[in-house]
């Protein structure tokens, strides 16, 4: 709020990408200049040379459209834009963290460990909550069966008095 200009945002993956690939149809165009073709093709320079310029700004013309094409085919088919925006965006939230990343630290078995720990510990607590509501649930059943059972029993005995009274 000093009123120092705002700093601008660093260009997005996909706008790097995109520089990228003009700066290499750029070398591309300046590797493969007129004065190359015109030597390569120098019979046909010095006969017909506006003919040569022609050729060579159609063939320049032809290949930096073939290559953005391509270019444009890999991008789309492959989703880049919106993977990059989703790199992108993977990156700013990842500013805010303040540990370092989780990096390999080349012993498989530590890997697997230090990654598949927390996750079995996590499920081992899960199974453990599962299990003692589980039991809760197999004791009120067995106290229900036990008080059912007394039940059975207090009717059978009641049946066997009035049996006997009746007789």
Not at 6 to 23: I, K, L, S, W, Y
Not at 51 to 72: N, P
Request: net charge negative; proline share 5%; aromatic share 8%.
């Amino acid at each position: 709020g000093d009123g120092d200009p705002p700093v601008p945002a660093a260009p997005g993956r996909a706008q790097v990408f995109t520089a990228v690939v003009d700066t290499f149809l750029e070398k591309l165009v300046t590797a493969g200049s007129y004065q190359r073709f015109a030597n390569c093709y120098r019979c046909f320079y010095k006969l017909q040379p506006e003919m040569t310029r022609s050729i060579y700004d159609q063939f320049v013309s032809q290949l930096q459209t073939s290559i953005k094409e391509e270019i444009q085919e890999v991008k789309d088919e492959g989703n880049l834009e919106v993977l990059f925006n989703s790199l992108d965006k993977i990156v700013e939230e990842a500013k805010d963290h303040k540990e370092p990343a989780w990096r390999p630290s080349g012993i498989p078995e530590e890997d697997v460990r230090s990654a598949m720990v927390p996750y079995l510990l996590k499920h081992r607590s899960y199974l453990q909550k599962v299990l003692k509501e589980k039991e809760e649930e197999n004791r009120k059943v067995a106290e229900s069966v036990l008080a059912g059972r007394d039940r059975i029993a207090e009717l059978q005995q009641l049946i066997q008095a009035r049996k006997l009274a009746w007789q």
